[in-house]
């Protein structure tokens, strides 16, 4: 009985861990339209700053994912990122305006 409560148990673990988990509700109000951002020297300097010293604390930079997809696809992983890097609102406009220089167009 106990090994069949564990297979159980497991089981749900399972499932539970592998369904799909929902997206960020937040994206229009964290992440800046492409519009709004800035292409200045300083703020692309400083995006890529962010960039490589925050996003490479969890994991490895993924500078070929970035060129790999539109900025319009991004947005929704930066903004379940920025909450975990715990950016402020200029950080994420930074960040944000260096993944567009650097998205595929």
Same mark, same amino acid.
Request: aromatic share 4%.
């Given at each position: 009985?106990? /090994? ?16 799909? /988990?929902?997206?960020? *509700? ?8 492409? /519009?709004?951002?800035? *292409?200045?020297? *300083? ?10 010293? /925050?996003?490479? $604390?969890?994991?490895?930079? $993924?500078?070929?994912?970035?060129? *790999? ?16 890097? $715990? ?19």
């Amino acid at each position: 009985m106990k /090994k069949l409560l564990f297979v159980a148990f497991l089981a749900l673990a399972a499932v539970v861990a592998c369904t799909p /988990k929902a997206s960020p *509700s937040t994206t229009e109000a964290t992440i800046p339209d492409a /519009k709004e951002l800035s *292409s200045s020297e *300083s703020t692309l300097a400083a995006g890529q700053v962010l960039f490589t010293t /925050k996003c490479t $604390k969890c994991h490895k930079a $993924k500078d070929e994912a970035v060129a *790999s997809h539109t900025y319009e696809e991004l947005r929704p992983v930066l903004a379940s990122m920025v909450k975990k890097a $715990k950016l402020n609102r200029d950080e994420i406009e930074q960040v944000s305006a260096y993944v567009l220089a650097h998205a595929k167009k």
